[in-house]
């Protein structure tokens, strides 16, 4: 997610910023590319770090849901001389693109483009008046019909868990009242509504929007169970040697990063109250430092990089483990199928 996940600035900011690749030189420094190796972005946006991959030397296997990102790297394929294969595709099923003999590297951007955000019909800012949308691969369940169809008890909890929104219980039955009358279509319908139910104070530094369209998008792309797949798929598909790059821009998804490398670091398992459990073989290793954040000088010069973290793993010889969910303690929350039109 980005730092300001409903708009592309904050107004502080003084206006929208350039899609830059946040903390490009720390992710090219673990990544290593070189002739010969093969590394996956699972997200590739403008194609900030698969041109920095490809001018290492190595080839690139790039992915992205969003058919405009894919339509717009087609300049980048045509210039790589045949190293880049770009492909429409969610990052979880990025082991069904990778070679048999298995990848050199896989990094994962976990945030919502400045490009998607400055579209305006794509619903995914409240600074800028759209349909309320937020698909990013253009299909499925909109925001629209999650605000005007699901419970508001679910709402409660799409909006506290995935925005950490305090005012949740308050903007659900506003808008269960609202949408009662008309539904709400556009980003400013909803927007406005959240401005008058909880007015923004003096002292606050983000719209009062910001923290509901943040989960809003979240939970009609699927993103926190799209990114645990997505590091269960890198975990078989990375050859031994091969580094995990994971950059974050919300303390969810770095939770889910970093339990996943925790859990398989092959330390064992256990409390004071509990029996120790059998340590197993760590899946990965740990690269540098646990976590990385953007220095001081690269969050003055982009905004998106002031909340961005990074952490990485080296892949070992042992054996995937199972691909299971339950680690990550994801929240239970409405049937998103069931919202549909």
């Not at 339509?71 to 069904?96: H, I, M, P, W, Y």
């Not at 530094?205 to 943040?214: C, G, L, M, W, Y």
Request: net charge neutral.
């Amino acid at each position: 997610m980005v730092a300001n996940p409903g708009g592309g600035n904050t107004e502080a900011d003084g206006g929208p910023v350039r899609h830059i690749p946040v903390l490009l030189a720390e992710v090219v420094a673990v990544l290593e590319p070189a002739p010969g190796k093969i590394i996956l972005d699972g997200t590739f946006g403008a194609g900030g770090y698969t041109s920095a991959i490809l001018a290492g030397g190595a080839s690139v296997i790039a992915l992205d849901r969003d058919p405009t990102a894919i339509a717009g790297g087609q300049d980048l394929v045509a210039a790589s001389a045949g190293k880049l294969t770009l492909v429409q595709s969610e990052f979880s099923r990025l082991a069904e693109h990778a070679p048999d003999e298995g990848l050199d590297g896989v990094v994962l951007d976990i945030g919502v483009s400045s490009m998607q955000i400055d579209e305006a019909e794509r619903g995914f800012s409240f600074q800028k008046n759209g349909p309320l949308d937020m698909r990013m691969s253009g299909s499925g369940v909109s925001a629209a019909d999650v605000v005007n169809r699901a419970k508001v008890s679910d709402l409660i909890r799409i909006f506290s868990f995935l925005g950490e929104e305090k005012q949740a219980s308050r903007i659900a039955r506003a808008i269960e009242k609202r949408r009662a009358e008309e539904p709400f279509r556009t980003t400013r319908d909803l927007a406005g509504l959240i401005e008058i139910v909880t007015p923004r104070k003096a002292k606050d530094k983000i719209h009062p929007a910001t923290r509901v369209f943040q989960a809003l998008r979240v939970f009609v792309n699927e993103e926190l169970v799209e990114l645990a797949e997505a590091l269960f798929a890198a975990e078989r598909a990375l050859k031994p040697g091969g580094r995990l790059v994971v950059v974050t821009f919300h303390s969810l998804e770095d939770r889910i990063v970093k339990k996943f490398l925790s859990d398989r670091s092959g330390k064992a398992a256990g409390s004071r109250h509990m029996p120790l459990v059998h340590e197993r073989a760590a899946t990965f290793e740990a690269v540098g430092k646990s976590m990385v954040a953007a220095s001081e000088a690269e969050a003055d010069a982009n905004p998106r990089a002031r909340s961005a973290k990074l952490r990485a793993g080296r892949r070992t010889n042992a054996p995937a483990e199972a691909a299971d969910l339950s680690i990550f303690d994801l929240p239970n929350l409405a049937d998103l199928a069931k919202l549909g039109g």
